[in-house]
C-alpha cells in the first residue's frame, strides 16, 4: 500500500489491513506516552502543570485518506505521536499548548516583555552548559511561550 510498495522488503497490505495497523500503533503510541509522561513525572523533583507540543498540520479526517494522500503520508506519524502525548498529557490533568515553531520565539519574546531572547536564550544555555543545541532553545522558547497563554487544544489534524 503507498508509495514504499516497490521498497525491498515490502510487502502489499489491503486498505483494511492497513487501517488495522495504523490503529495498533496508534494503540502502542498512546500505551508509551502515557508510561513515558509517569516516568517523566516521577523523575522531575517539581510537580508538571503543562506541556508545550508543535502544531500539528491539518490531515484528512480519516486514516484511509489519509494513506492515499501523499502528503499527509508523510506527517501522519508525527501527528499521530503528538496526539497521543498531548491525550496523556491531557489524561495526567497537564494543560497542553499547542506552539506553531514561526511564531514561538515572538511569542517567547512578548511573555518576557522583550523584542528579542537570542541574548536570553544564550544566557539560558551558558548557564545550563553543554549541550545546548537549537533544538533545546526550542524547547524552552515553547515553555516560555506556554507559561503566558492558556492552553488550547488546537491540533489541526
Not at 36 to 42: G, I, M, R
Not at 109 to 116: F, K, P, Y
Not at 122 to 133: K, T, V
Amino acid at each position: 500500500m503507498g508509495r514504499y510498495l516497490n521498497t525491498p522488503g515490502a510487502r502489499q497490505l489491503s486498505l483494511a489491513d492497513a487501517v488495522a495497523l495504523v490503529e495498533r500503533v496508534r494503540a502502542s503510541a498512546a500505551r508509551g506516552a502515557r508510561e513515558s509522561l509517569e516516568a517523566l513525572a516521577a523523575a522531575v523533583p517539581v510537580p508538571i502543570a503543562s506541556i508545550a507540543i508543535r502544531v500539528c498540520p491539518t490531515l484528512p479526517p480519516t486514516i484511509e485518506e489519509r494513506i492515499a494522500d501523499n502528503r499527509a503520508q508523510t506527517v501522519a506519524d508525527s501527528v499521530m505521536y503528538r496526539e497521543a502525548l498531548a491525550t496523556a498529557a491531557e489524561a495526567r490533568g497537564w494543560s497542553v499548548h499547542w506552539y506553531d515553531r514561526e511564531r514561538v520565539f515572538c511569542d517567547a519574546a512578548t511573555v518576557l516583555g522583550r523584542e528579542d531572547i537570542d541574548a536570553f536564550l544564550h544566557a539560558m544555555g551558558r548557564s545550563i552548559g553543554p549541550p545546548w543545541q537549537a533544538k533545546h532553545k526550542l524547547a524552552a522558547a515553547a515553555a516560555l511561550a506556554a507559561a503566558g497563554h492558556p492552553a488550547r487544544r488546537t491540533t489541526a489534524g
